[in-house]
């Protein structure tokens, strides 16, 4: 069963946390398909960016948001294969202390964490899980 959408930047446990300017290899896709992510599967349509992250997950974002949120690491050039970096900003995550199964109906996608994975909301109804191992990696808490 699938819980409630929590709106992050009310919950009092939530922390604001920042993406670490950690480079991922990005691909390109050609056509539509299907994405195995940590969470589960998640679409993709042509045009859309493959992201590898740091312990080699990969997960999907749509072209238009990946264009806005990162940017090029030299010598890639933006739109190109290659290698990114998310630009700075500040998101509410929350670390789970019990499984969730998390609906996103705006977003079309299922996420499923476990406990000590982190819960992300990059934006209202833009929600992401991040493992614990991957979470360490690539963000830090942001002081009050």
């Not at 992050?8 to 670490?20: D, I």
Request: aromatic share 8%.
């Amino acid at each position: 069963m699938s819980a409630p959408i929590p709106d992050l930047a009310r919950h009092p446990a939530a922390l604001r946390v920042r993406k670490l300017p950690v480079p991922v290899a990005v691909h390109w896709m050609t056509a539509s398909g299907v994405c195995h992510t940590l969470e589960g599967p998640v679409a993709y349509a042509a045009g859309d960016a493959l992201l590898t992250g740091v312990q080699g997950e990969q997960w999907p974002v749509a072209r238009e948001k990946f264009l806005a949120t990162y940017e090029p690491v030299a010598p890639t050039a933006a739109g190109m294969d290659g290698q990114y970096r998310k630009r700075p900003a500040d998101v509410f995550a929350l670390r789970l202390d019990q499984p969730l199964e998390l609906d996103v109906p705006a977003a079309g996608k299922h996420l499923h964490g476990n406990p000590g994975d982190w819960l992300l909301q990059y934006a209202p109804g833009d929600y992401g899980i991040v493992a614990a191992s991957i979470f360490d990696r690539t963000y830090q808490i942001v002081p009050a």
